[in-house]
T-cell receptor, first 115, second 113 residues
Framework: DGGITQSPKYLFRKEGQNVTLSCEQNLNHDAMYWYRQDPGQGLRLIYYSQIVNDFQKGDIAEGYSVSREKKESFPLTVTSAQKNPTAFYLC??????????????FGQGTRLTVV | GQQVMQIPQYQHVQEGEDFTTYCNSSTTLSNIQWYKQRPGGHPVFLIQLVKSGEVKKQKRLTFQFGEAKKNSSLHITATQTTDVGTYFCAGRRGNTGFQKLVFGTGTRLLVSP
């Protein structure tokens, strides 16, 4: 079945450590996105990538980094510079970034907790 | 900051009652999409509206896009416990070039049997 796979589902991190969240899609989608979800604040865009080897900052990129070396993969690194990293992280993709008529497909999410 | 607001933030209804969530954007949108996120799950696409004043129905769900393309609503008739979840609207502001999808703040619906 085609879809987006995020791993792990739950992740615990000690303060001061970097951690990388995995996102893989087999939908052959060009565009991929990372959102952060906090209670009462909806989904906020962290980074997005329109095409391989290209990515742009979203609304809350500080303390995060990404790479897009392969079309299928868009990993997100939460660095120690992120002040409040505990959240639910969602990866999404759309078939073409330049069409406004495409829906977003989401992964199952990764719940990150800083301990 | 957040450019798409939804109200209410939370609503608790008895099964059989109606429910409506409203989505308001500070700018004109090229389209509006609605997603549903079940508790513990991820957002799943429900529908897209493109035309000014457009109304679409999916069984008990009615979606509207405002005339000015700045607001939208989702109405559920005779709620059921399976309607529990958070409903998000999401919009794009342009129809050329890359336009990121901006999500609303979400409305969490709880339905009691």
């Amino acid at each position: 079945d085609g879809g987006i796979t995020q791993s792990p589902k739950y992740l615990f991190r000690k303060e001061g450590q970097n951690v990388t969240l995995s996102c893989e899609q087999n939908l052959n989608h060009d565009a991929m996105y990372w959102y952060r979800q906090d209670p009462g604040q909806g989904l906020r865009l962290i980074y997005y990538s329109q095409i391989v080897n290209d990515f742009q900052k979203g609304d809350i990129a500080e303390g995060y980094s990404v790479s897009r070396e392969k079309k299928e993969s868009f990993p997100l690194t939460v660095t120690s510079a992120q002040k409040n990293p505990t959240a639910f992280y969602l990866c999404a993709s759309t078939s073409t970034p330049w069409s406004f008529n495409t829906e977003a497909f989401f992964g199952q999410g990764t719940r990150l907790t800083v301990v | 900051g957040q450019q798409v607001m939804q109200i209410p933030q939370y609503q608790h209804v008895q099964e059989g009652e109606d429910f409506t969530t409203y989505c308001n954007s500070s700018t004109t949108l090229s389209n509006i999409q609605w997603y549903k996120q079940r508790p513990g799950g991820h957002p799943v696409f429900l529908i897209q509206l493109v035309k000014s004043g457009e109304v679409k129905k999916q069984k008990r769900l009615t979606f509207q896009f405002g005339e000015a393309k700045k607001n939208s609503s989702l109405h559920i008739t005779a709620t059921q416990t399976t309607d529990v979840g958070t409903y998000f609207c999401a919009g794009r502001r342009g129809n050329t070039g890359f336009q990121k999808l901006v999500f609303g703040t979400g409305t969490r619906l709880l339905v009691s049997p």
